[in-house]
């Protein structure tokens, strides 16, 4: 189902879109749409600077048809669009969320409809470039291989499908630790987290026939949530809006010390991964 676009000039202005999880109350809603709600525009693992080496590994070109999975708010869309490739087209499953990055694009090649990462409905090899971020960590295994595999499904031959994940370090990490960070991140955020070590991610693309290039495997330090990378991410302005948000709420302040207190306590086994897999 595609997502209505704005109305054409001269009509009736509608409303701005409502905010994904607008409804619930901030101590029960997940930790991304409550970190949208105090303002954060910024909500992956490895923040700006991560996304940023996504795409410039990416190399979207003008000829390229880009199809990013899960797009949140928008953020990395407004980075694509920007690249003016020959067609976005995002696949969101939250109907508000999707349409915020309705109300982005304007050019009638480029388009959100309302589906599932793993079933997108997307014809086959329609893609040349498939890309997501911050969503396959929330995925039970056989949905991770799922989505991957999709996204093989839609890609051209030599298309390249990224993404951008929490993950868990060294590879060789003990799995009752693993198990103990799962759960305290998944309390944390109210949202199931299952993050993969960076071999773990690899092997993941590699399953659904994508060849993974080295040279594009990237990892940041899990700095979500620390005052320099909320800066960097959103600015002087960004940080101050949050910053005052984050103070009149007290339950939604609440949680977000929980979770930077989750963060730092596991600081030395978490990471933020980005790699490319082409397909052949």
Known sequence: MTIATHPKAGSHAKPSPAMPG?????????????????????????????????????MISSSDTVVELA?????????????????????????????????????????????????????????????????????????????AEEAWRILRPGGRYAIHELGLMPDDLDESLKDAIMQDVSEAIHVGARPLTVSEWRQTLEAAGL??????????????LEPRRVLADEGFFGTARIAFNVLRTPAARKRIHAMRRVFRRYEDHL??????GQKS
């Open 22 to 58: 607008e409804k619930l109350d901030a101590s029960k809603m997940p930790g991304h749409w409550l970190l949208a709600r105090m303002g954060k525009r910024v909500l992956r693992p490895g923040g700006i600077e991560l996304t940023r080496r996504m795409l410039d590994s990416l």
């Open 71 to 147: 797009p949140g708010l928008g953020t990395t869309a407004r980075m694509t669009l920007a690249k003016r490739p020959a067609a976005y087209i995002a696949v969101e499953r939250d109907p508000d969320a999707a349409a915020q990055v309705q109300a982005l694009v304007s050019d009638p090649r480029d388009r959100c409809v309302q589906g599932n990462a793993a079933q997108t409905g997307l014809p086959s090899e329609s893609a040349d470039v498939v890309y997501g971020e911050a969503m396959l960590t929330m995925q039970v295994a056989s949905k991770k291989q799922a989505i």
């Open 211 to 224: 060849r993974v290039d080295s040279s594009t495997c990237v990892t940041a330090p899990m700095h979500l």
């Open 271 to 276: 990471c933020a991964v980005t790699m490319v």
